[in-house]
C-alpha cells in the first residue's frame, strides 16, 4: 500500500484507472488462400480438390503447399495448420516464420507451407479425405483459409511410402 501512496505523489494519480493503451492502428485481417503452385500459377484448394503427398528428407510426409496472403503488413508469416483425417482426430503443428515473395499482384506468396502426416501410415492415409484450417500471422494481421481434400501418392512413392522408381515420363 505505501508503495501505491509512494507512487501517486511521484507521478501522479488521477484516479481513473489503468491508461488507455496508446493505439497501434485498426486490427487487420489477412486474405488468406491455401493452395499449391501448378505451371506457375497458384492454385486454391477447394473442397473436394486431391492434394499430393510428398515423401520428404528421412521419409517425412507431407503435403507441401502454399500460402497467397492479400491485405497483409511484412514479408514473413507464420501459421498454425489443424488437420483432420477422415475417421480421425484434429491434429494441430505450428510452421515459421517463413519469408515471402511479393508476386506481381501485390499479394505475399510463401511457398513450403508443410503439413505433416508423419505419424500415419501412408495406407492409412490415401484417398481419404482431410479437413485443413490455415491460420495465418502476418505483421500482426491474422487470416485463415480452409478446404476439404483427398489424399494422393505424390510422384515417386510406392504404396508403403517409400521411393518408387520413377519414368522421366510418368
Partial sequence: ???????????GCTGEGPSTPVDSGPPCSLQLEWGRMQSGTFVAFKDGDTAEITLGFQGFRFIDSVA???SGRGSSATFKLQSTVEGGSPRSQDAGPFDGTIGADGALYVSNVQLFFNDLPLP?????????????????CTGRANAQVALVRG???DADGGIASCDAGS
Fill in 1 to 11: 500500500m505505501r508503495w501505491l501512496v509512494l507512487s501517486c505523489l511521484l507521478w
Fill in 68 to 70: 497467397r496472403i492479400r
Fill in 155 to 157: 510422384g515417386c512413392m
Fill in 124 to 140: 492409412d492415409l490415401l484417398g481419404k479425405k482431410v479437413a485443413v484450417i490455415v491460420v495465418a500471422n502476418a505483421g500482426g
